[in-house]
């Protein structure tokens, strides 16, 4: 009874430790800006010589993840997001590049936006990406740093844990001609398992492992017990014990055979044969 205390104590601590259930991978594909224009038709930075942007747009990215909520999924809403509204993960990036960026051209991984989340995943989110242009005069932005908008993009879906990659495109039709694409998908973190992420499991012996969908313990063949840690005897072992391994049937004292199934005390009362001797032995 102590023992499945402590395992349950042990587990308990390991999840007090552990920041995230999961995380929410944005890949990024392609931005074209091939005017260098902010939302409103002007130019990201200095004037335009002919219709042409002299300068190009200074470009970082700004990500919102929230679980679904009718007072906040108003498609008008302004642009100014609560960072307390994205209620799964939030996080900004540098500047990225100029007008027109290629993330696929990057070092690897270097397109990868990884939105980590501590609660139990609800299948159902909003993603919004804001694109911003740099008006900070260190070219550092931070959150709340002075900005101009570019394009904003908001996917209303669901995902599960373990998907394949979902993909997602905003094309602007209007003077400005923006076009973004990217892709996203769900995984949980290590030790955590279902369809929420929420199911924690960490074998604490070699003889177990977690199911990969659920995050159940599951035995190894030979072994039982809450933490796997107790083997299981010969099939039919009557009156013996397993010590630290499978298969075995130790047998108690007073017992004997392959299944202890024979008491010494019968084997003890069996006559034994006369034997006759020849030639005065």
Known sequence: MMNTFYVFLVIFLQIQLISTAGKFEIELERLVNRKGLNVNGTCCNGPDRFFTCIQPCKT??????????????DINRPVTVNNEECTYSFDETPILGGNNIDFLRLPQQANLIVLPFKFSWMGDFVLRIDIFNDKTYDGQPYPGSARELILSTTIRSSIYPNSSWQHAQT?????????????????CATNFYGSQCSRFCSPLSSHSRC?????????????TGVDCNKAICRAGC???????????????????????????????????PKVSCHNGG
Do not use: A
């Open 60 to 73: 970082f990215m700004r990500f919102c993840l929230r679980n679904q909520n009718p007072n906040l999924d």
């Open 171 to 187: 094309i602007d039709s209007s003077l400005t001609s923006h076009e973004f694409s990217f892709r996203y998908r769900i995984s």
């Open 211 to 223: 199911d990969p969908q659920t995050g159940e313990i599951i035995c190894q063949q030979g072994w």
């Open 238 to 272: 009557q009156h013996g014990h397993c010590l630290n391994q499978p298969n075995q049937c130790i047998c108690h004292q007073g017992w004997t055979g392959e299944k202890c199934q024979v008491p010494l005390q019968r084997l003890m009362s069996i006559p034994k």
